[in-house]
Structure formats: structure tokens, C-alpha cells
């Protein structure tokens, strides 16, 4: 009967300690996460400027990285700022416009043709769909970043 009355205990000490541990392991992190906008996707990582581009306006025929993506400008390949900042935008009347101004992005032409400015050349980007208003959010500090890191590199004087 000792037998029998030690395996009951062993029993009821593995149910015990079962419940407790369930317990810690369901009741997880208490804290509360500072951006949980950043997660209302399924959990995925928010999407850099970058990524942004490449995946809505550098698919092909358009701004791929094809021997002649759209106005000449390639929006997938990597170090897409060095290919957009202070550069003149390509098309009649449109010309004299700065596709990024660092650290304006309202000065800066790819974002109106983002947000569909009236007075752009040509179609708003991207021609299939639109940006959500996070990812014009993105592209918008990501152009204010840009002017930041700008003011950090000496100019030689």
C-alpha cells in the first residue's frame, strides 16, 4: 500500500508541477511592446524605404534593374538613394524637379508622384496599386533621414 499511496503522490506532484509550468509558459512577457503597430501585420518586420520601392515600383517594365527600366531610373538594386538623391527627374515639364531633396520630402519629386501631386509628368507611382499611408510614412522619413545623414559628412572646408 505504500506503493500505491507514493505513486499517487508522484501523480499528483507531476500534475502540480505540469499546471505551473503551463502556467509561466501561457502567461509569457508581461510588458506591453512600445510599437505594436509595427506588428498588426501578422508579425512581420515593418518594410524599409527600400524595400518599398523594389516591391511597388521595381517590378518589370518598370523600374527594374532591366538594360532600360522606366525613365531610366532603377528603383530595385541596392543603394537606390545614390541613384535618386539630387537627381533631375526625366520628362518634359518636369525636368527642373529633384527626385529627392535630403531631408525634404516636401521638396522632393518621387514623392509626389507617390502621392499622386497634382501637376506631376507621367502616372503616379506605382502605376499598379498604392502605397498604404505607413508605407508613405516610411518613404517620407526615410528622405528626412537621408537629409541627417547628409549633415554629418564634412565638406571638405
Known amino acids: 500500500?505504500?506503493?500505491?499511496g507514493s505513486a499517487r503522490?508522484?501523480?499528483?506532484?507531476a500534475s502540480l508541477t505540469f499546471g505551473l509550468?503551463?502556467?509561466?509558459?501561457?502567461?509569457?512577457?508581461?510588458?506591453s511592446?512600445?510599437?505594436p503597430e509595427d506588428f498588426m501585420d501578422g508579425g512581420t518586420a515593418p518594410k524599409s524605404a527600400e524595400m518599398i520601392l523594389a516591391d511597388s515600383c521595381g517590378r518589370a517594365d518598370c523600374h527594374d534593374?532591366?538594360?532600360?527600366?522606366a525613365a531610366g531610373l532603377d528603383l530595385l538594386s541596392p543603394n537606390v538613394e545614390?541613384?535618386?538623391?539630387?537627381i533631375n527627374a526625366i520628362g518634359i515639364g518636369c525636368t527642373g524637379d529633384i527626385l529627392v531633396v535630403a531631408g525634404d520630402?516636401?521638396?522632393?519629386?518621387?514623392?509626389?508622384?507617390?502621392?499622386?501631386?497634382?501637376?506631376?509628368?507621367g502616372l503616379s507611382m506605382p502605376i499598379?496599386?498604392?502605397?498604404?499611408?505607413?508605407?508613405?510614412?516610411t518613404l517620407r522619413q526615410w528622405i528626412i533621414d537621408l537629409g541627417a545623414s547628409d549633415a554629418s559628412v564634412p565638406d571638405g572646408g
Open 1 to 4: 500500500m505504500i506503493r500505491g
Open 9 to 13: 503522490a508522484m501523480n499528483r506532484l
Open 21 to 31: 509550468c503551463s502556467v509561466v509558459v501561457l502567461t509569457g512577457c508581461a510588458a
Open 33 to 35: 511592446l512600445s510599437n
Open 65 to 69: 534593374d532591366a538594360l532600360q527600366p
Open 82 to 86: 545614390s541613384r535618386v538623391v539630387d
Open 105 to 121: 520630402p516636401d521638396g522632393s519629386y518621387l514623392l509626389d508622384k507617390v502621392l499622386n501631386t497634382p501637376g506631376i509628368c
Open 128 to 137: 499598379v496599386g498604392t502605397l498604404t499611408q505607413g508605407e508613405e510614412t
